[in-house]
């Protein structure tokens, strides 16, 4: 809705300069191109080299995507790799492969794709090689670039990388921005345009061709020790976006050594935006799982010692509203028992939030609690009611901190009976000067998740680098945030969230993995818990009671918070729906969405055979008609429905929830109405 309107001609005068290639360039790189197309034949990529030049091209059904887009480095202290280039070899392989995961919006992962391998050299000194690797799957493509090791190239620093994403057409794009200054966290929020206009894009990156017929994803996948992309745009001129890495405190991108592979650059391809979720592309280019035994990885629900801080009622430090003390944390750990949750979550029981705790990184302690907070004695209390403490982790960026601590700290976490850590990177670069998506970071992400494996902890990352499908290797990298959150309506700016973010979010940010967005947020106008009307410059929810429980199905993650104070679910009849709603799925498919506007979503509960659907939609009120044929024919089953209640309105009534009860079978169309900022919940149980 809303958003940046730029001027469609302005737009289309700038489009006329975007040729990077002659008309007969273009062609001339069409006719020479070696291809490889998805195993259903829709997706075609082809790679040729055009006067020493190395380009590929994207189609779907025939229509161009991609224009001939330039491949290639340059180097600190080396030529630039990108011209006098030969192809001296090809080849080619298919894959059909379906594995299974310990856990996420589907159980089974179907990899069906065909690779070609393009090798590369140039023709003078120094000679260097690669090969040019793509792999094309139905629902999208990857590619990446592998150099073997070699005399011309040992060593390197990558100072650029000269991947370009040349766009056939100005399609419309739903985006953050990655080039502000105090934004590097991913926490905005976000705006659609066409591409043109754009100057800077983090990934992953949403775009609909202007014939409303293809829309296509870029991000990347397995990104382990490379800096993260963003893309730069095309500023007006074009429609030509190019990788951007974020920089080491001296500029470097990637630091290296050959033999050496670049991270998977995707393109994911769908007809709908409905199709774009589940998304499992990135998944499949990332390496299987390294752990073994996968026991001690379980998805749970939980509460935490958290919303109070961010409203004021409770602090991180210490002194007279000190949230994590042991009394207050038996409240949770109890809250949690009694309703079947799995964890709580404590923030600030560790020594280092007195004073200015974003600037003082190096005051953390991981391991010392503040002397009001009985660790020991409540991991053994939690254990005892079968709950477990998530540990927190703020590191304010002191990586060096963090890391000198960090093999002491799991270890005593680990023979606490503590198998879970949400930790926290509050800064947009390190105390070193490197950017919080350096190859700097991206290294220090990938250390924490290895030394977590190795004591069995489970990780929930804030402010993280972005999700690139490090799940699959690492199944303890349970979920992160990399967006902007409920924190935000606690105290962001502009009033908190506007209703239709989370509807923008869907078909963004959360293609890319899971996200600890917290959701259930019950008192929304923020005033049971202080104890005060919230006044009219502060921000809080902008959605409907029964949008907060929709979220729960809406937003993946497999760590899902109830993020109010325990109290102000007390005697709330809504609140069964945060018991009863699963947190691992069996199957996920999206109904139908549109970017921005509504989305309804139904996951089939793992182990189980109840579903659950979660329709979400923006300011605007809405009424659909849901065929339930994803249940199984011939069998009835009881939907307990959680509706915006009469005349319920974000901005004017968001409490009214209408709970009731029906018999639904896979035949019934199910009539589901959202109010203004609203929300639908349902659990479909069998009936008996
Ligand atoms: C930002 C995180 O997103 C939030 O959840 C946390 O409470 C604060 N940092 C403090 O670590
Ligand atoms: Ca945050």
Excluded: C
């Excluded at 302005?10 to 790189?29: C, E, N, Q, Y």
């Excluded at 299974?100 to 090689?129: F, I, K, M, Y």
């Excluded at 979720?277 to 280019?285: C, T």
Aim: hydrophobic share 40%; net charge neutral.
């Amino acid at each position: 809705m809303k958003m940046y309107a730029p001027s469609w001609t302005r737009v289309m005068a700038f489009a006329a300069l975007s040729a990077t290639l002659t008309a007969t360039a273009t062609a001339a790189i069409a006719q020479d191109t070696i291809s490889v197309a998805s195993p259903d034949g829709r997706n075609k990529v082809g790679v040729a080299v055009h006067e020493g030049k190395l380009y590929y091209i994207l189609s779907r059904d025939g229509a161009s995507l991609l224009l001939p887009s330039m491949l290639g480095f340059e180097f600190k202290g080396a030529p630039t790799l990108r011209d006098g280039l030969r192809i001296t070899g090809t080849k080619r392989a298919t894959h059909d492969e379906t594995w299974t995961q310990p856990w996420g919006e589907v159980a089974r992962v179907r990899d069906h794709h065909n690779e070609l391998r393009v090798s590369v050299a140039e023709t003078a000194a120094p000679g260097r090689s690669f090969d040019f690797v793509v792999r094309a799957f139905n629902d999208g493509i990857g590619f990446r670039y592998e150099f073997p090791a070699q005399a011309g190239l040992g060593e390197f620093v990558i100072t650029d990388e000269l991947t370009q994403f040349n766009l056939a057409d100005d399609a419309k794009a739903w985006w953050i921005p990655s080039n502000r200054p105090r934004l590097d966290r991913s926490e905005m929020l976000y705006s659609s345009s066409p591409v043109s206009v754009i100057d800077s894009i983090q990934t992953p990156l949403t775009m609909q061709t202007r014939d409303g017929k293809t829309f296509m994803v870029i991000h990347e996948a397995n990104l382990v020790d490379y800096a993260r992309m963003n893309l730069a745009g095309p500023r007006m001129e074009s429609r030509l976006l190019r990788v951007a890495l974020a920089p080491w405190q001296n500029g470097d991108k990637v630091r290296g050594h050959t033999p050496f592979m670049t991270p998977w650059r995707t393109i994911q391809l769908a007809d709908r935006a409905a199709d774009l979720s589940p998304s499992v592309l990135g998944l499949n280019l990332n390496p299987p799982s390294v752990i073994s035994d996968v026991s001690w990885i379980k998805p749970m629900k939980y509460v935490g010692i958290w919303w109070g801080m961010h409203i004021n009622t409770m602090t991180w430090n210490s002194g007279p509203k000190h949230g994590a003390t042991t009394e207050n944390t038996k409240r949770y750990i109890d809250f949690a028992a009694a309703n079947g949750l799995g964890g709580v979550l404590v923030e600030g029981w560790n020594v280092g939030w007195d004073g200015n705790w974003i600037n003082n990184a190096n005051a953390f302690s991981f391991t010392q609690a503040y002397p009001d907070y009985d660790l020991p004695g409540l991991a053994k209390y939690a254990q005892s009611k079968g709950v477990k403490i998530i540990v927190h982790n703020e590191t304010s960026g002191g990586i060096v901190n963090y890391e000198r601590q960090m093999e002491a700290a799991f270890a005593m976490y680990h023979s606490l009976g503590l198998d879970a850590i949400k930790s926290g990177y509050v800064t947009d670069t390190t105390p070193e000067g490197n950017s919080h998506h350096s190859q700097f970071m991206v290294r220090h992400y990938r250390k924490v998740l290895e030394t977590a494996a190795k004591y069995h902890i489970m990780m929930d990352v804030h402010e993280p680098i972005h999700d690139t499908g490090e799940r699959r290797t690492y199944p303890n990298m349970m979920s992160r945030e990399g967006a902007r959150g409920q924190e935000y309506n606690a105290w962001g700016g502009e009033g908190g969230n506007p209703p239709e973010h989370e509807t923008n979010l869907y078909f963004t940010r959360l293609l890319a993995g899971p996200m600890d967005f917290t959701p259930g947020i019950f008192d929304l106008l923020i005033e049971r818990g202080t104890g005060r009307p919230r006044r009219p410059e502060e921000s809080h929810p902008r959605t409907t009671l029964a949008k907060q429980l929709a979220l729960y199905v809406v937003i993946y993650s497999p760590l899902q918070m109830a993020a109010d104070l325990p109290e102000n679910y007390v005697g709330k009849p809504a609140f069964q729906f945060i018991r009863d709603v699963a947190v691992d799925w069996e199957t996920s498919k999206t109904i139908d969405g549109a970017i921005g506007d509504y989305v309804i979503v139904v996951r089939k509960a793992k182990n189980s055979n109840d579903w659950f659907l979660g329709a979400i939609t923006d300011e605007q009120g809405r009424t659909f008609n849901v065929p339930l044929n994803f249940l199984t024919p011939g069998r009835k089953y009881t939907a307990e429905i959680y509706a915006d209640g009469p005349g319920a309105n974000w901005a004017t009534n968001p409490l009214p929830v209408a709970i009731s009860k029906r018999t639904v079978e896979s035949s019934t169309n199910l009539s589901v109405v959202l109010a203004p900022g609203g929300g639908q919940a349902i659990r479909f149980t069998p009936a008996k």
